[in-house]
């Protein structure tokens, strides 16, 4: 805790009084919109009363104004949107789902949206120009100024997902050879031009080539008379602009940093990533896990049913695929279950257990992946771990439901066969929901997506053969 | 892009001769451990050639030692720390993986790892402390000087994945009072009491009271003679000590923050929390939701395998409990099935491709619920979507799978039968996949954990009651 000698007299004398400010800014106020908050701003639009909707908007945050557009309905969202422009400036459009946005985009004059993204910072307006159909983009772009123009055409040769694309083109780069009271007179100087936040100095040498970073932190201690050369962190990161969006969220991570330089393959500086950008990644790419293991591409919150519907089918016309497979086993079966059709009630316990506890498996498994936790040195130790898991938790389950099925049936030899059953699925369950992620990843087959297709068939096709081909040697 | 003018100059001159620089620093150097690095290291420790482990020990970065520590075994693991410990300092220790930082630091003397919490940030220390099991705490406090004991007591009052739990003690505040000039001096005669990283000036009253903050980048920009109090954001956002992370995480990611102060019940500056410590709660959250609709509770990679295997084992016990109640609605059916054994071998396929659809819709619905892009405002019109998205491709799938049906039995009824099912099973996925999440929610339970387990009971007794009903009723 760092507070001056002089503070802390202060501090001392005004220990008895505290004092509470006047007007308390609560942090839950930023907090996010609440349900009654939208509930008044719908019922004021509905009774056309302007003046109160104005201040009522006046007092949002921009996230709020945000969250507003996206929380009501298409009509509430292009009411408020014509009637109250004013109060959804580019900042808020910047943060719109991309959904929403292009909802919100489509009903405006191309010079309204090419005036937005002239008040952008590069890495909003290239992410709003790249999520535009190409014709509605090609018409934006012919009504910005050459100098935006070109920044956006460049940044969208990045490929999608790469730093190119995260990275704003705004950042503050000194020369090596200055010192620190130089560079504050220049800060100064040129403050009206700076970018609105910044958190490093990149410097450069002559060739334009990223020699290292000062964070300002370092910059404000320092004696106007050291020289730049001395203050530079010789830790460098400079970003390849193609690396791929998930491997920068990890070198922020692993390195700790606020933001770092952007470099073209000359190694020339070309833009900055802020801690911020890589937030958005971290969020992007977790969702993006969390929903491929669902089976849902990508988040179809606010797309319409057509759509969503179209693109869910195909996840389930695979997974009917699988259905019918694991069906055809059991109807390799069907003399044995006509004879006993305890063994049809009985079958999807065996099948179902199998395929939660593989899909434990697998979920660690698959985050584990994503995190860089599972590689080739202990995948081996993490499925063979599993393995033994899926064997334990097999005996206690194999004796729990042979004893229920055994006494729900009257029959001993029942419980014997699903138990055995049981341990054998449970076994397959801990193997391949551990090792299935593992193979798909090494084959560069996004483990999220394809694993627990994969699973399911394995442990819905085991357990159905595993059961019924043992009833069918040992009840008959 | 900020580049002074004589800057400028030196680039056009230097354009035509592109400089590369001696030794090229790879950002992919800091992307993690690759896996021959780590068999490398293995080998050279099974040699016991110690001067070359040393030497590879000291290329890595501190996230790299803790990946090496992460990935090998148990008996590796304490040979690096007991032989070459001067090689993971605190930093290390710090970022390890909870269940291995225990397995490492039971096996040290308590005067080390008390040294090892000196050493570090207060938040980190916190962490550490927090994470040890009672009695070895005990032990380890009475080791700490008084001062940095009570800072940890105090902290260890606060919930757990609260602000306070969060925060680091030390930070830079300074009075209102004060001048851009008079600051600086400050920062430059403190310079090395000050923290090693830091973003923001907090202003506070002689009470203590936070009345703002001051970006660096602000700061810097401002001549000497301008007031603290001219400089300073008015939107400041104290963050009470007791707020849950998650909320700490939704307000930097709204407001846009690298850091902001903790304060107590009575308002005063008691720390700060910093955008890194945000991205470790975002981490941890995503990490949360994901691994809990995959039915586990944790993060169980490093745990043994009995550990792992009770903790799975709860829920595969509700899961038994569910797939029994299954079982007894097919039991219902029994004479059915005993007539038409094709029914045994089809019914899986209503239940599995409703539990798919039904997962389909929940994950959207738990991560819109987790990202609070559901609430009251909404609900209703994103679980009349997925009922829609419901009936649509209920019908789809009811024609397709009707067709096959009916081709493989050669039975027209059975066919229609399982079609009518199939659009019941699916429009009861879509609205219940929605609805059970949001209700869940608003009763308290985190949709995460308990959403699946019920979802599937209703899609698996639904599913095998329309199916095994309809053909009682029309095929017998």
Known sequence: MSI??????????????????????????????????????????????????????????????????????????????LGFSQHFNADVIAILQEEIRSSVLEKMPAEQVAKIISDLDSDDALDIVGSLDEEFQQEIMRKLSAKIRMALQEGLNFPEDSAGRLMQREFVAIPQFWTVGKTIDYLRAAKDTLPDDFYDLIVIDPGHHVVGEIPLNKLVRAQRSVKIDDLTLDEVHPIPATMDQEEVATLFRNENLASAPVVDEDGRLIGIITYDDVIFVIDEEAEEDLLKLGGVKED????????????????????????????????????????????????????????????????????AIATNEISGANAWRVIGKETAVGVLNGMVFAILIGIIAGFWFHDAGIGTVIAAAMIINLIVAGFFGSSIPVVLNRLNIDPAVASSVFLTTMTDVIGFFAFLGLASIFLL
């Open 4 to 81: 001056p000698p002089d503070l802390q007299e202060h501090i001392e004398e005004a220990k008895e009084s505290i004092l509470v400010p006047d007007e308390e800014i609560m942090a839950s106020d930023f907090l996010g919109l609440s349900d009654d908050a939208i509930r008044e701003i719908l019922e004021t639009l509905q009774n056309e009363d302007a003046e109160k909707l104005d201040i009522l908007l006046d007092d949002l945050t921009t996230s709020d104004k945000a969250e507003l557009l996206e929380k009501v309905t298409l009509e509430n969202r292009q009411a408020l949107m």
């Open 300 to 367: 179809d919150l606010y797309r319409n049913i057509v759509t969503t519907a179209t693109s869910r089918s195909r996840w389930l016309l695979i997974n009917l695929f699988t259905a019918f497979l694991a069906a055809s086993v059991i109807s390799l079966f069907d003399a044995t279950i006509e004879k006993i059709v305890a063994l049809a009630i009985l079958m999807p316990i065996v099948a179902g257990m199998g395929g939660n506890a593989g899909t434990q498996a697998m979920t660690v498994a698959v985050r």
